[in-house]
């Protein structure tokens, strides 16, 4: 497959191209009028009576021998002209192709001069991120498209450099905002259950209440967290994955029945430290959280791609059979799967607020990874992120199948 020419080159082909054309039009209508012109002035004339009348009075070997001079210079006359017009030709092809390469390299640099404030657009607009959408183009010339194309860029950063602070200024109000009155009723049900004149009553009633404040206190804290992740990462870091997983189980308050199987390889990726345990925590808690009495969890990290440019962090997990249609769908907010492992909205739930896989989708999008989702034929899934390794650029690209070495039984093979 051929690369694709940039639009520097194919305007220096256009310009060549047409020059060439050009070109050769006008050395073809010049060598038509040259040859016409040569053959008015200079005809080439043939024995004809004229010349026998003149020499009639000669002997017949002198008139022979003059109609063979005229016939030689007639012959010479004819080469000349050939001589002559092949000549213009071949000059005129030789000054046609100079000129042309010519042509092509000063288009080649007249095509990079034009182009030059798209260079600027695009480098801006590479270089912008939600902590410097105060940056403009600000282009300077004449009022063409180019320049057009520039200032509805600009007015284009104007309105999302506003969206965003007021997205910003909305988070900071709302996580006050909630989270104040939580804490309070927090605080007097954690009295009202400490104090021995309530009756049983009261403190079934506050215990009650005290988990559902719980509740919504972690759906707040997701829906913060989540907001945080969608946007561009403000910490950049060396990080080693294995360090990322071996703090998350750490964090894992895993049930008795279910065992729990790290093999971490060496792998680093620059990122926010805090975002990828939230994403590890997440992960791992989901694989807890949807498996089955006497169930495994594996979890691998490890290199992949070509030369190491990529890291993993792989969690399966035993569990129900996932319909592959329904994989997908796991990764919106306020999602989980049925017991027959279809995936249903829900609002509230005692199991969690809904938006643990939803974290981890924005955590490895604002990371410049991707995630790849595989129900496994015994049930479960097969949960693999990719992101670029440290030094390596974020460039997503689409995942591929990982092979394992857990007997086919973590791919699902």
Not at 1 to 16: E, I, K, N
Not at 371 to 379: L, Q
Request: with cysteine.
């Amino acid at each position: 497959m051929m690369p694709r020419l940039s639009v520097r080159a194919r305007l220096t082909l256009v310009y060549g191209s047409l020059f060439l054309a050009m070109s050769a039009v006008l050395v073809a209508v010049t060598y038509l009028l040259t040859a016409r012109m040569i053959e008015q002035r200079y005809p080439v004339r043939g024995s004809g009576t004229t010349t026998t009348q003149l020499w009639s009075l000669t002997d017949a070997e002198t008139t022979r021998r003059l109609e063979e001079l005229k016939a030689e210079v007639n012959r010479q006359a004819t080469r000349q002209k050939h001589d002559m017009l092949e000549q213009l030709l071949q000059s005129s092809l030789v000054t046609m192709l100079v000129v042309g390469v010519l042509a092509v390299v000063i288009g080649y640099v007249v095509a990079g001069r034009m182009l030059r404030p798209l260079h600027r657009v695009t480098a801006t607009a590479r270089r912008l991120s939600e902590s410097n959408l105060y940056e403009r183009i600000a282009l300077d010339g004449p009022q063409d498209e180019i320049k057009d194309l520039a200032d509805t860029f600009d007015r284009m950063l104007d309105r999302l450099h506003r969206a965003f602070d007021t997205q910003r200024r909305f988070v900071a109000n709302a996580s006050h905002e909630l989270r104040t009155p939580l804490t309070i009723n927090r605080t007097v049900l954690e009295v009202a259950l400490a104090s021995g004149r309530n009756p049983p009553e009261t403190k079934a009633l506050a215990d009650v209440l005290l988990g559902n404040t719980a509740r919504h206190e972690r759906l707040i804290e997701g829906l913060l967290l989540l907001a945080r992740s969608e946007h561009e990462l403000g910490t950049r870091t060396a990080t080693p994955l294995p360090d990322v997983v071996r703090s998350a189980l750490d964090q894992l308050d895993v049930r008795d029945d279910v065992e729990v199987e790290a093999r971490l390889g060496a792998a680093e990726v620059t990122g926010d430290p805090v975002l990828l345990e939230r994403c590890a925590v997440n992960l791992l808690e989901n694989a807890l959280k949807y498996n089955v009495p006497d169930g495994r969890i594996w979890v691998r990290t490890g290199t992949a791609g070509s030369a190491g440019t990529e890291v993993f962090l792989q969690v399966v997990n035993t569990g129900r059979p996932v319909p592959s249609y329904e994989a997908g769908s796991i990764y919106e907010p306020f999602r989980r799967l049925r017991a027959d492992g279809g995936a249903r909205s829900r609002t509230g739930s005692a199991e969690g607020a809904g938006l643990g896989l939803s974290i981890v989708r924005a955590v490895v999008g604002a990371h410049g990874g991707t995630i790849e989702t595989v129900p496994r034929a015994e049930g479960g899934l097969s949960i693999t992120v990719r992101l670029p390794a440290a030094g390596a650029p974020a460039a997503p690209r689409r995942a591929g199948v990982l092979t394992d070495e857990y007997d086919g039984r973590v791919t699902g093979e």
